[in-house]
């Protein structure tokens, strides 16, 4: 029985020893698990203040860079300031340059002097060319015009220009001329008809001649009567002189030609005597000037066509001035209907039609022409392209606008020399009969006067008849 309780107690002893063994180890595994957690709390805490650490350093980093920039701001602002001294540097180094490089630069110089005198000889061309031009918008031809050039004795080029054009001409030439020289930059000096224009150099010389023969002048230096100055010319008209150019040959059938005179109201005693032709010349009378209604009204009583011959700018202008009521460039068309009303009424009387007087500058222009045209059709319905400029296209304008329209085919005292004029009437009759018929233009002149009444009476024996503008007016 002893044995059998004391087997009995081994056996509790081993069960509790097992407990006890389970126990203790659940004890260790949870002081591990403790002890690993802790490990881990500790790493992710070491970890957290390494990242926070290189965060704080990256921040710092970025305010480091931003140190960097500061210091380029900082070397640009001083290089800013730096310059100045550089560029007083550099002017001080031209200024020390030894004395080859000077000699260097002043036979540059003297290269390039060469240069400078043509550019003046090209400008001294281009002035040239513009005393031309405004020659050729006071319709003056190149036979009136002699040209020469040389050096005077202080070694500057002298260009001469003698111009033979009547006393009217030459107030408008001499104005224009003297206008051109000073915007150019020249000194002007005019007196008796002469202008002398001079710059450092070079120099002009323009002298403006009267043509040699001019029947006002004839009887102004004779002493004899009045009656007996008449009879003297009418002798000498009818016996023509040999050096006047030939007849034209007569005309199998009858030739009509019409002949404009320009420029009417500069002087009251040419046209009385223009309107006591017997031949069916027409006037063409300037506006604004001092005769301009009493010469309107004395062609009208003798029977003569009477035209307007409105002032238009020319290709010179302004060196040349084309008179008051010119209509210029770029004018808009409430001003051109004015000019255009004041034009016509300042005649005084009703007019045939009217001209363009000089107005290259604007009869190359079919705008402005369209806009006259539109505006005179309350006064005319005729007008005539006195075609100062072979590009024109005031006619073809006036047939768009459904005027009668003329042309003009030949100037005939451009040169202004008695001869040269007959010379000339001579041709446009000859033109007349090869184009069946033709309009010519001249200028109230005394030698205008003179040829005329020499041709007129040979040309009609010719059978070449000379008719009014109007009729000749399509």
Partial sequence: MARQTNRRSTGRKTTRRKSSKSKSASRGAFLGIGLISLLIG???????????????????????????????????????????????????????????????????????????????????????????????????????????????????????????????????VSSAISSLMRKKGYTVKSSNNQITASSKTDEYSIILKSPVKEVVKKQEDTAKPVEKKEKTQVSEIEKPKPKYPNLPAPAKKQVQFAILLDDGGNSLELAKEFAAIKYPVAIAVLPHLEYTKQTAQIAKKAGKTVFLHFPMAPKSYPNTDPGK??????????????????????????????????????????????????????????????????????????????????????????????????????????????????????????????????????????????????????
């Fill in 42 to 172: 500790l790493i992710t805490i070491s970890v957290m203040t390494i990242t926070n650490d290189r965060e704080k350093g990256s921040k710092e980093e970025k305010v480091v860079t931003i140190i960097p920039a500061k210091k380029k701001e900082e070397q640009k602002e001083s290089t800013k300031v730096v310059s100045v001294p550089k560029k007083e540097e550099k002017k001080q180094e031209k200024e020390e340059k030894p004395k080859k490089e000077e000699k260097q630069v002043a036979k540059k110089e003297d290269k390039k002097e060469p240069v400078k005198q043509q550019e003046e000889q090209v400008s001294s061309e281009n002035i040239a060319d513009l005393i031309r031009l405004v020659l050729y918008d006071h319709e003056i031809s190149r036979s009136s015009v002699t040209e020469r050039k040389k050096k005077n004795s202080a070694g500057k080029n002298v260009l001469y220009f003698e111009i033979v054009c009547d006393e009217n001409m030459q107030r408008g």
């Fill in 325 to 474: 009521g010119a209509v210029l460039p770029n004018m808009p068309q409430l001003i051109i209907n004015g000019i255009v009303r004041e034009n016509f009424e300042n005649i005084g009387i009703e007019v045939d039609g009217f001209n363009n007087h000089m107005g290259s500058g604007i009869t190359e222009d079919a705008v402005k022409m369209e806009q006259i045209l539109l505006a005179s059709k309350a006064y005319t319905n005729r007008f005539v392209d006195s075609r100062t400029t072979a590009n024109t296209k005031a006619y073809a304008e006036c047939k768009k606008a459904g005027y009668k329209c003329g042309e003009n085919r030949l100037f005939i005292d451009n040169d202004n020399s008695v001869e040269a004029i007959l010379e000339k009437i001579y041709e446009a009759a000859e033109k007349s009969r090869d184009d069946g018929s033709i309009i010519a233009i001249g200028h109230i002149r005394p030698n205008t006067l003179q040829a005329l009444k020499i041709a007129l009476p040979e040309l009609e024996k010719r059978n070449y008849k000379l008719v009014s503008v109007t009729s000749l007016t399509k």
